[in-house]
């Protein structure tokens, strides 16, 4: 990733820039066409909205609806996404500079996760199938069962498709956002300083997950109060009184980081580390049923979700220790922009940062 692309020094002026190189070759229509296609997406989950209540108050009907403060959760969570990608979206047509520096990190976000989920998807999904299969088997004995070479063409269908989306989509959102090319248009179109210039991009981007983190953690304290804590689930007023306290802590690290402050890096680290062990040790010994049981679920909703493989503890455990040793490791590499505090006289304005908020030169491109 080469630094010109991720990481913009802040401009001396508001003044327009001087006219373009010669290699460089304008992507305002790029532009224009990504940030539809978002705006689109957009207004995709803003319509999902609707479907997915008819489909919660069906299954309400039919006694298997999840309980109130995890369908509001899915709400706000639809609402947010439909939010996010609608402002990136304009943001994108009008090739301001935010924008594309937060299409960067979400595009970075999207590929990281999309693989991690596809790889969830291939190792647990087969599983997931044969145990329909037997429960539909066993509700209905005298029902035919679809041949195995035709659910294996469903089963590949459905992983290739989610691939698509998780993985090759944002690949080609990364890959045109970070091009030269439009790097330079945006600086060229909109020639004024903006909060997303003030700092380097990785480091704006941890930034963010943690204000992102903070506002999870709300919403999960209001609507599903469930907190792993050194092996037992924290449910009710406790559970929620420890998502507010984590949340203070992410708010502090968000501050932090985007001031460049050594402290929020080590108490992010710290409590990186706090989280994945209790994480896991609750995990381990701790029921998870039992704890949904406790939150107001079902004993057919419940016994649905001992049957899916992606949601028993032991492969909750792993896949989210390798989340968080993603998450840690991101973290440590991170720490070169923490070595030294910028000079008392940098004011954010000047033609280029401090050696003290640039990378080593050893350590490679961002």
């Known amino acids: 990733m080469e630094p010109s692309a991720d990481y913009s020094p802040p401009s001396a002026s508001a003044s327009p820039c001087p006219g373009p190189t010669p290699d460089y070759k304008d992507r305002s229509t790029g532009l224009i066409v990504f940030g539809i296609i978002e705006i689109l997406g957009g207004f995709l989950c803003a319509l999902g909205i609707p479907f997915m209540l008819l489909s919660l108050a069906l299954g309400r009907r039919a006694g298997g609806a999840m309980p109130v403060g995890n369908i509001v959760m899915i709400v706000v969570t639809y609402a947010a996404l439909a939010a996010i990608l609608i402002t990136l979206g304009i943001g994108s047509t009008m090739a301001k500079r935010w924008a594309r520096a937060l299409n960067l990190i979400l595009s970075w976000i999207w590929v990281i996760l999309g693989i991690m989920v596809t790889v969830i998807i291939i190792a647990v999904m087969p599983s997931a199938f044969l145990t329909a299969m037997r429960t539909a088997a066993q509700r209905d004995p005298n029902a035919g069962s679809a041949p195995p070479g035709l659910m294996a063409v469903i089963l590949t269908f459905m992983i290739v498709v989610m691939a698509i989306f998780l993985v090759v989509m944002p690949l080609v959102f990364l890959l045109f956002y970070r091009s030269r090319n439009v790097a330079e248009t945006v600086r060229h179109r909109d020639p004024v300083e903006r909060w997303t210039d003030r700092v380097p991009l990785p480091v704006l981007a941890f930034s963010l997950m943690a204000a992102c983190g903070a506002a999870y953690y709300l919403l999960v304290g209001v609507t599903t109060p469930l907190f792993p804590f050194f092996g037992r689930y924290l449910t009710g007023n406790p559970g929620r009184l420890a998502f ?78 390798l989340a968080m040793v993603a998450y840690i490791g991101f973290l440590v590499w991170l720490k070169r922009y923490f070595h030294a505090a910028p000079p008392p006289q940098y004011t954010g304005l000047s033609e280029s940062p401090p050696e003290s908020m640039l990378p080593p030169a050893s350590a490679g491109p961002v």
């Open 244 to 321: 507010a306290l984590f949340a203070a802590v992410d708010v502090y690290i968000a501050i932090s980081f985007f001031r460049l402050k050594v402290s929020g890096w080590w108490v992010a680290v710290i409590s990186a580390v706090f989280r994945v062990v209790s994480a896991v040790i609750t995990f381990r010994r701790a029921d998870l049923m039992e704890a949904y049981a406790r939150m107001g679920w079902s004993h057919k909703q419940l016994e649905a979700m001992q049957k899916n493989p992606m949601l028993r503890s032991g492969n909750i455990m792993w896949w989210s220790l």
